[in-house]
């Protein structure tokens, strides 16, 4: 079956970086686009960057641009976000996403705290 298995969150300082992964598994990775979310607590889950197949095409949410970068290595099956001069407003548990088959899957998920 489908997994996503994310991991690389921590505590940082603000300014500070963080790369977070995702490792798939259980289909063809490299047939689909990948994304990442984000939740903070009390608030809703909020698409963070986005990924095609290929890795040609990249989206970000405007809240990132210039500061986080999504990537993928399809021969590994894994997707990256690279977080860089994080914020405190960045703190949330971050999510691997992709849509199979009109099915949105999840990981699940890792935590990333900006506090200093």
């Known amino acids: 079956q489908v997994q996503l298995v994310e991991s690389g969150g921590g505590l940082v300082q603000p300014g500070g970086s963080l790369r977070l992964s995702c490792a798939a598994s259980g289909f063809i990775f490299s047939n689909y686009g990948m994304a990442w979310y984000r939740q903070a607590p009390g608030k809703e889950r909020e698409m963070v960057a986005g990924?095609?197949?290929?890795?040609?095409?990249?989206n970000y949410a405007d809240f990132v641009k210039g500061r986080f970068t999504i990537s993928r290595d399809n021969t590994k099956n894994t997707v990256y976000l690279q977080m860089n001069s994080l914020k405190p407003e960045d703190t949330a548990i971050y999510y691997c996403n992709c849509r199979i088959g009109g099915v949105s899957e999840w990981g699940q998920g890792t935590q990333v705290t900006v506090s200093g």
């Open positions: 990924i095609s197949s290929s890795g040609i095409r990249t």
